[in-house]
């Protein structure tokens, strides 16, 4: 910067004015520089400041506990397309969990008609079963899948058993001759019900088989009753007996009689209606 003040020196000045003149000049000069430093130093002056508040909230943002997840940078469209998507994925899969429980709601009911004590064993099986499996057309198919599965694995621990020379299934006892009680599978207490006319079959044995014809054979052929001829599966018997083959199957209950021995077994058929 140059010297703003007249380097010449008025004619006729004394000491003392002199004096003073330099001094009121370099007063001048002061002010007049200080000015022009506190204007270039301004913006950075204010930067500095803006840059102090920046931090103080950073160290203030360092200190509270980070509830929400880093944005990434994204700007509010992001945001907002992003939270659009999460909450179509929520609704998405409230829509699918609903439907499922729906489905598992009737087959439920079924079991709980025809085998309520492996209801809790079925909701186990759905309650595992992931969402994306429920999501699939076919869950109310894979839901009955469960179902056989759960009866047949305890109709298996149960005993059943298939004749092969017969073509038929029966049940045997699980534990053989020990005559422990069986599998509850093999619940004394059988119960046939006609959905349509309310009629209830109830039938008790000291039997420890069931053998059972469903009429395969019919074929209106020869006439019955008041001439009626019977189509196929028109009825069906259930008789208690011991099971096919004793004698060659030693895992059996026995049939042996012996000598002086006598046979004695009682079959209880109980019929009602509602």
């Not at 360092?62 to 397309?81: F, H, Q, Y």
């Not at 909701?123 to 999501?135: G, I, M, S, V, W």
């Not at 001759?177 to 019900?193: I, N, P, Q, R």
Request: hydrophobic share 35%; proline share 6%.
């Amino acid at each position: 910067m140059a010297w703003p003040f007249p380097k010449s020196v008025p004619a006729g000045e004394s000491e003392e004015e002199k004096k003073n003149r330099e001094e009121a000049e370099m007063n001048a000069f002061v002010e007049r520089i200080g000015v022009s430093i506190d204007a270039k130093l301004k913006p950075l002056t204010e930067k500095v400041e803006a840059w102090d508040g920046r931090w103080k909230k950073l160290e203030e943002a360092a200190a509270t506990p980070d509830e929400k997840p880093d944005e990434g940078g994204l700007s509010d469209e992001e945001r907002r397309r992003r939270d659009d998507a999460i909450e179509k994925q929520k609704l998405l899969a409230l829509s699918i969990a609903t439907n499922a429980r729906i489905t598992e709601a009737e087959i439920l009911a079924e079991v709980r008609g025809k085998f309520p004590n492996f209801e809790d064993k079925v909701k186990e099986y759905f309650a595992n079963t992931p969402l994306e499996r429920k999501a699939q057309a076919d869950y109310a198919t894979y839901c009955r899948n469960v179902v056989s599965m759960v009866i047949g694995q305890a109709a298996l621990s149960g005993g059943l058993t298939y004749d092969n020379a017969n073509k038929t299934f029966f049940l045997e006892p699980g534990t053989g001759k020990t005559g422990e009680a069986a599998h509850d599978f093999l619940s004394a207490d059988m119960t046939w019900t006609d959905p349509a006319s309310g009629r209830t079959l109830h039938i008790v044995s000291m039997e420890p088989g069931l053998q059972v014809y469903r009429g395969n054979t019919f074929d209106r052929g020869r006439a019955g009753k008041g001439r009626y001829r019977y189509p196929r599966h028109a009825a069906v018997a259930l008789e208690t007996q011991h099971f096919p083959d004793s004698p060659n199957q030693p895992q059996f209950p026995s049939t042996v009689l012996n000598p002086g021995d006598e046979f004695s077994s009682t079959t209880v058929y109980q019929f009602s209606a509602t």
